[in-house]
């Protein structure tokens, strides 16, 4: 029960930074950048392209890497979209147009602490990942491991932010900061607060899937 409510948590503070890293206008992470320019060139919404792409890159997770999927991969694949639509709309209909640039900086700190607490929460609750997230396991697999991990997230992500690019998608600070700099800060708040909160005074349960994201 507190690694399924660890893995709502993770997930829900995965689509409040998403939707602080949309309003900044700072650019977001990779996949988010990849589905924001083609939703926005297919003029489609947000939440609706992430879960169309998501249900044909599970396809590709069952094939390769069906180990890594769980609760965690369908609650990150359906809400991660939808949370960052509605706050996003949310946030128009309270507050009017885009937010000052100052207003603007703190929402981009803000969601960096959050994405950073929320993966931490999500991956040390094991309980499955993301497609997204299981592409470099799939790339690492179908090389025959001649492609590190660590590899293979690079070219997913620089992929993702390449695409999203040339369909209109922000590319900023936050696009470089979500690609190169957030491993760190979830490794702090893995070893800090999510796996203390977990064990709460027992042996911690073994985390099976280690991702620098």
């Not at 990942?129 to 491991?145: E, T």
């Not at 607060?193 to 099976?208: D, F, G, T």
Request: net charge positive; aromatic share 12%; with cysteine.
């Amino acid at each position: 029960m507190r690694r399924l409510l660890m893995m709502v948590i993770g997930n829900l503070c995965i689509g409040m930074a998403v939707s602080l890293l949309r309003l900044s206008h700072f650019g977001t992470d990779p996949f988010s950048t990849m589905n924001l320019g083609v939703s926005g060139f297919l003029e489609v919404s947000f939440g609706v392209y992430q879960l169309i792409f998501n249900l044909f890159i599970l396809i590709i997770q069952f094939i390769f890497a069906r180990h890594a999927i769980g609760l965690g991969t369908i609650v990150n694949m359906v809400g991660i979209g939808f949370i960052s639509d509605f706050l996003v709309y949310g946030y128009h209909e309270l507050f009017g147009s885009s937010p000052l640039f100052v207003t603007r900086s703190i929402f981009l700190l803000i969601s960096v602490v959050i994405v950073g607490i929320g993966v931490a929460f999500y991956m040390t609750a094991d309980l499955g990942i993301s497609p997204w997230d299981a592409m470099p396991l799939v790339i690492q697999k179908i090389s025959h491991n001649k492609i590190p991990f660590v590899l293979a997230r690079m070219m997913a992500d620089i992929l993702g932010v390449v695409i999203g690019f040339s369909f209109g998608a922000i590319v900023g600070v936050a696009t470089v900061i979500m690609a190169f700099g957030i491993g760190p800060l979830v490794q702090y708040f893995r070893k800090h607060l999510a796996e203390p909160l977990l064990r709460n005074h027992h042996k911690a349960l073994p985390v099976s899937i280690h991702l620098n994201k």
